[in-house]
C-alpha cells in the first residue's frame, strides 16, 4: 500500500512538474506571463518584428526597439531572439515620459524600477552596456552591463541620481560565457540594489538614491546612446517595467521560462 502511495505521489509530482516547466507549457504561458508584469513599460518578445527590422513592444506602449547595424531574428527550439554580431549591432527605443523611470511615482504602490530577460552572452563579447538608457555622462538613467573576465562574466547594474554621480551592484560569481542565462536587475528606492542571475543574487543596501535621473538618453539593447563599444551574444525577452517588483515574481519568470533555454 505504501508503495503504491508513494508511486501516486511521484505520478502527481512529475505530472505538476511538467505542467509547470515543461518547454511546451512555458511557451505557452511566456507571453501572458510578461504581460501581467506590474507597471510593465515595455516588453520585446523578438518574435514581431515590421518591415524595417524594428521589433514592436508587446506592453502596449508603443515603445519599438529600432534596427541598428545588422542584427539578425532567429529562434533556438520555441524561442525568438535578436543577435548581435559585435560590429555595430544594436536595438533603440526613442526617449520618452514612459521609459523615464524614476522610481518616484505616487501612483505605484511599490516604485522603482525592474528590467532584465533572457541573455546570451557570447565568448567574443567585450565589457560594457548590454540594456539600458545610458547616454554620454550627465545623462545617465539606468544600465545592466556585463564585464568579461574570460572563460566568465559577472553581471553588474547602475543607476544615477543626477545623471552623473552612480550607484551600483555587481556580481560577485562569475557566469558561465556562450550559455543562456536570466538576469534581472531591481532598484528600491533609499533601500537598494539587486541583481539576480539565474540563481545567484546580489544586493548593495549602501547609500541608495532615493531616486533615478530622467535622462534623454535612448533605450538601447547591446550597446549604450554614445555607441561606443557593442556586444556579441543574443537577447530574449527583454522587459522593463516601472515598480520594484517582488522576488517571488522574478523567481517565478526564472522558474517558468527556464526550460526553454536548457537551464
Not at 572563460?151 to 547602475?158: D, G, I, L, T
Not at 551600483?168 to 542565462?181: G, H, Y
Request: a negative charge.
Amino acid at each position: 500500500m505504501q508503495k503504491a502511495n508513494n508511486a501516486r505521489l511521484m505520478e502527481q509530482v512529475g505530472s505538476q512538474y511538467v505542467k509547470s516547466y515543461a518547454a511546451a507549457t512555458a511557451w505557452g504561458n511566456v507571453a501572458s506571463m510578461y504581460l501581467s508584469l506590474p507597471m510593465l513599460r515595455g516588453f520585446w518578445p523578438m518574435g514581431a518584428v515590421d518591415d524595417t527590422g524594428a521589433v514592436v513592444d508587446a506592453s502596449g506602449m508603443a515603445n519599438l526597439l529600432t534596427y541598428a547595424g545588422n542584427p539578425t531574428y532567429d529562434w533556438q527550439g520555441l524561442v525568438p531572439y535578436v543577435d548581435l554580431d559585435g560590429t555595430g549591432d544594436y536595438l533603440w527605443g526613442a526617449d520618452n515620459a514612459t521609459l523615464d523611470i524614476l522610481g518616484t511615482e505616487a501612483f505605484v504602490a511599490n516604485p522603482g524600477l525592474t528590467l532584465g530577460g533572457w541573455f546570451y552572452i557570447d565568448a567574443a563579447t567585450s565589457s560594457g552596456p548590454l540594456f539600458c538608457k545610458w547616454g554620454a555622462a550627465g545623462s545617465y538613467s539606468y544600465l545592466l552591463q556585463v564585464v568579461k573576465s574570460a572563460p566568465n562574466y559577472s553581471a553588474q547594474f547602475y543607476v544615477s541620481v543626477d545623471g552623473t554621480a552612480v550607484v551600483n551592484v555587481a556580481q560577485t560569481t562569475l557566469q558561465e560565457l556562450d550559455t543562456w542565462a536570466f538576469i534581472a536587475c531591481r532598484f528600491t528606492p533609499s533601500t537598494e540594489l539587486k541583481i539576480r542571475t539565474n540563481m545567484v543574487v546580489k544586493e548593495n543596501v549602501a547609500a541608495i538614491p532615493a531616486g533615478i535621473f530622467g535622462s534623454n538618453a535612448n533605450l538601447t539593447i547591446g550597446t549604450d546612446t554614445p555607441a561606443a563599444t557593442f556586444r556579441t551574444g543574443k537577447v530574449a525577452y527583454p522587459f522593463v517595467c516601472a515598480a520594484a517588483i517582488s522576488d517571488t515574481i522574478i523567481a517565478a519568470l526564472f522558474h517558468h521560462t527556464r526550460a526553454l533555454f536548457g537551464v
